[in-house]
């Protein structure tokens, strides 16, 4: 089956760096967009950054300039380099990729998860 495996996360004092990674795993054909979103206590789940297939990339207002994703695509994985992390960046940030996989045309899967956590 189709596994999105993320790592990466942790505590991180405010001003640090942390990058995270995921793969995806399984009968895949091809994968479109790849994504991070999270979702903090209380809080709607909310795009952080999103990336296509093509290289392109968007990010939340908020993230711009200290985030970057990529991907690389022979990999099958994506990584969110997280720089100048402040305590609002605290949160669950999650893997997504629309996949083309076995017997299934494109679908969107969710990573499990990964606990990020900016304090000092």
């Known amino acids: 089956q189709v596994q999105l495996v993320e790592s990466g996360g942790g505590l991180v004092q405010p001003g640090g760096s942390l990058r995270l990674s995921c793969v995806a795993s399984?009968?895949?054909?091809?994968?479109?967009?790849m994504g991070w979103y999270r979702q903090a206590p209380g809080k709607e789940r909310e795009l952080v950054a999103v990336i296509t297939s093509g290289g392109s990339a968007n990010y939340l207002d908020s993230v711009k300039g200290r985030f970057t994703i990529s991907r690389d695509n022979a990999k099958n994985t994506v990584s969110l380099q997280m720089n100048s992390l402040k305590p609002e960046d605290t949160a669950v940030y999650y893997c997504?990729?629309?996949?083309?996989?076995?017997?299934?045309?494109?679908?969107?899967?969710w990573g499990q998860g990964t606990q990020v956590t900016v304090s000092s």
């Open positions: 399984g009968r895949i054909f091809n994968i479109n967009a």
């Open positions: 997504n990729a629309d996949i083309l996989a076995f017997v299934q045309g494109y679908r969107n899967y």
